[in-house]
């Protein structure tokens, strides 16, 4: 059997915003996974449409298309091309689980959640000639999976090709998030088994891991063994996890023994009622700045995640949001106009109030407004978005930042990876033009190398050289 797996760029890749380096960072993984299902005999095409262009002449038995909020449109338009040659379209991921009757035009069979149980049920079926119109994930086990497909994966075109979750979901139920729709009618946090885990990552080539799981550390005990078991494997790792999670325990020592060296944290706002309205429990009455100063004692990096236009933000967020990055040394910030994922409790409470103003799902990009505001208007959230980007990433920020670490290795690694992460994207551009991605991962992985702490002297000498 031909099988074509797609996973179609995004909205904004016809925009202005379009960064080609940040859709080249990550192979499409959910799709590998699903492609270890189908047989050693059956011809399979993968093709991510971030780094390729899609090859749409083809005659496919089976297409396997992932859909995200803003791909959704062109997956549609993609699922329908295919179903008029006649071949049979699969949707599935999470805006087909959100918006099943909207996906269910264009397919012949969608996929509801986490598809590691139902994928191989349909397969079974289809082979039967007898597939199901709505595949639901009824069990969540991630035991006995079979390997991910990687050699499927264009490694060349990718900055970070060892990208893998070890976990599903997450312990927390924010209003904002796609996790109780996606994960609903099962369980909504689980894992791998620590051996398997261990097994995946001694299979990746190299040293740099990028978990993107949702929450590493979200099971303590599955997270101390993982990290237990991955001590002497020589790694290096970036990866996600909670304010409260940070806090507690020593379990983020454990990580960067392991060898965690840059972390993404959902702050998401100071304002304890945003928190309250949001129900992000784990964020409430936490110091921020402990948790900050815990992980740069370690020699992380971090990269905070902040929301603007929660209810009780005014107009002074902005400012205030990118002060305490840069006072704070954060390495990378992302910054999100809030977004009512369909599917979410945000999204049910905005429409019961009246307050969608529109359904068009490429503007659900995290940088429109879709909806209407509270205590700011809707073009001062725009322009405020905006301009903390351009703030937070202006060089003097960025030297501000960099200098308020405490070791002179910790100020080189801020600087070169912000630096390099945000100003040099003509650069970027030529070395994806030119297939060299690949040949940029030793430079990150010495970014990521291991800081030493207590040089204050060396830090003065930099300071000298450079300002
Ligand atoms: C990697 C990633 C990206 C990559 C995606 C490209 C890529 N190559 O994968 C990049 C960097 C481009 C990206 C960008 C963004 N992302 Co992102 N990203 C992720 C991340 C961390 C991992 C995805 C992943 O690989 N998961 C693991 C695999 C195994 O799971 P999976 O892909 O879901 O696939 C499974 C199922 O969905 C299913 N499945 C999927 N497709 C199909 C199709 C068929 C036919 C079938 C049968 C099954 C099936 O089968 C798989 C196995 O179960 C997720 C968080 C997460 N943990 O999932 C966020 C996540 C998807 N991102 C998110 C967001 C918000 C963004 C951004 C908007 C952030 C920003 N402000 O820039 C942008 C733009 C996204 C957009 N405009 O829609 C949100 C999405 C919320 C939503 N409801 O859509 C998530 C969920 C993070 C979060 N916790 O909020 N992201
Ligand atoms: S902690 Fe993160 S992944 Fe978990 S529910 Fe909240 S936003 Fe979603």
């Not at 595949?135 to 035991?143: A, D, E, H, P």
């Not at 993982?226 to 409260?244: C, E, P």
């Not at 970014?447 to 930099?462: A, D």
């Amino acid at each position: 059997m031909k099988v074509k797996l797609i996973l179609p760029a995004l909205a904004e890749a016809e925009s202005p915003f379009w960064r080609p380096i940040k859709y080249s960072l990550f192979p499409p993984l959910g799709l590998a996974t699903l492609a270890a299902f189908l047989s050693p005999d059956d011809e399979i095409d993968l093709q991510d449409q971030h780094v390729e262009n899609l090859n749409l002449n083809d005659e496919p038995d089976l297409v396997i298309i992932q859909v995200y909020i803003t791909n959704a449109y062109r997956a549609y338009n993609i699922a329908d091309h295919y179903r008029a040659k006649g071949a049979y379209v699969l949707l599935g991921g999470l805006h087909v689980t959100a918006l099943p009757e909207e996906a269910a035009q264009h397919a012949d069979s969608i996929f509801l959640g986490p598809a590691e149980e139902s994928f191989p049920r349909f397969l079974a079926n289809f082979r039967d000639k007898r597939p199901q119109k709505v595949y639901k994930s009824v069990t969540r086990t991630l035991s006995n999976l079979p390997p991910i497909r990687r050699d499927l994966i264009k490694r060349n075109k990718y900055l970070v090709p060892n990208s893998l979750v070890v976990t599903r979901g997450c312990p927390h139920h924010c209003d904002f998030c796609y996790k109780d729709a996606f994960f609903e009618g099962g369980k909504s946090f689980y894992t791998q088994l620590v051996d398997d885990a261990l097994a995946e990552i001694g299979r990746l080539p190299g040293k740099h891991l990028y978990f993107l799981d949702d929450h590493l550390l979200g099971n303590p005990r599955f997270a101390q063994e993982l990290f237990d078991g991955m001590k002497g494997m020589n790694r290096v790792f970036q990866s996600a996890a909670t304010i409260d999670s940070i806090l507690n325990g020593d379990l983020i020592e454990k990580a960067a023994e392991a060898g965690l060296r840059s972390v993404f944290v959902g702050f998401e706002t100071f304002s304890p009622e945003n928190l309250k309205q949001s129900n992000k429990k784990q964020n409430i009455a936490r110091n921020y700045e402990d948790a900050v100063r815990r992980l740069h004692s370690l020699g992380i990096m971090i990269n905070g995640s902040f929301v603007f236009g929660l209810d009780h933000d005014d107009k002074d967020v902005f400012r205030r949001t990118v002060e305490w990055g840069v006072e704070n040394a954060i390495t990378t910030a992302t910054y999100h106009v809030l977004t009512l994922y369909p599917g979410t409790r945000l999204f049910q409470r905005m429409e019961t109030e009246g307050r969608i103003i529109t359904r068009n799902w490429d503007l659900y990009d995290t940088r429109h407004v879709v909806y209407k505001t509270h205590g700011l208007t809707a073009e001062e959230l725009e322009e405020g978005y905006n301009w903390s980007y351009k703030e937070f990433y202006k060089w003097t920020n960025i030297f501000n930042a960099s200098f308020k670490h405490d070791s002179a290795k910790h100020i080189l690694k801020h600087l070169f990876y912000t630096g390099g992460w945000k100003k040099f994207e003509p650069l970027w551009n030529f070395i994806i033009k030119t297939e060299g991605l690949n040949k940029m991962l030793p430079l990150l992985e010495s970014i990521l190398s291991k800081v030493e702490y207590g040089k204050r002297e060396q830090v003065k000498e930099i300071e000298r050289v450079i300002v």
